[in-house]
């Protein structure tokens, strides 16, 4: 049995083998079996369950989730100057998977730092970090679940206005994390164009660009 089930892993969990044994929501999904197959940082699970389908029949199915914990995003926008406030920043998985340099551009968030911890108290903070701005007022714009198929994660939409009053810090991210964040301000049709381009094709930077021309700050009225 890996670590996190009755011995803690690297971050002192256990008990990870039984997330998800105790669901009741769903009278047609019966979890049978739940089998932890690794906790490093992010944890991974096989979950054995028997689904009753439309027409009344029951099957067997497994399936393998990936839990990184949640997450939260936030769009930095100035209407009056019509600019919003992005991050750039290299993605190992993406430029394995295609991308030409890694350099991915993108709405600053990241993790929640704990089960518990607030959507927007973490986003806030992570504001702070990649951007060097500290918001006033922010809007919670949705909660999506960015790959319902196999990862676990829902993730937590906001936007906010910035200006050079809420530039508190240098921003950049935590170099003890390793991050190395370049921050972009750029003109609202021009992150557009970008997205037609493909120069941006992170999905969530993507969904509030959308959202800020269509109900955000930038709709047409």
Do not use: C
């Amino acid at each position: 049995m890996a670590a996190g089930a009755d011995t803690p892993d690297r971050r002192g969990r256990t008990g990870l083998d039984r997330t998800g044994r105790d669901l009741t929501g769903n009278p047609r999904v019966k979890v049978r079996d739940v089998r932890l197959l690794s906790s490093h940082w992010y944890v991974e699970r096989t979950t054995t369950f028997d689904h009753r389908h439309a027409d009344g029949t029951w099957s067997t199915q497994e399936r393998e989730t990936h839990d990184r914990g949640d997450g939260a995003t936030m769009l930095l926008y100035d209407a009056g100057r019509e600019t919003v406030l992005l991050t750039r920043q290299f993605r190992f998985p993406v430029h394995v998977n295609g991308h030409p340099d890694g350099m991915l551009v993108e709405t600053p968030g990241g993790l929640l730092d704990t089960a518990d911890e607030h959507p927007e108290e973490a986003v806030r903070r992570k504001v702070v970090e990649e951007t060097g701005h500290t918001v006033g007022a922010v809007q919670h714009v949705f909660d999506v679940y960015m790959s319902p198929g196999s990862v676990t994660e829902r993730v937590s939409f906001y936007a906010a206005a910035y200006g050079p009053s809420t530039r508190t810090h240098a921003g950049g991210g935590l170099g003890a994390e390793g991050e190395d964040i370049e921050i972009l301000e750029l003109p609202f049709r021009r992150a557009l164009e970008m997205v037609r381009s493909g120069e941006i094709a992170d999905a969530k930077t993507i969904m509030l660009l959308q959202w800020a021309a269509l109900e955000g700050p930038f709709a047409r009225r």
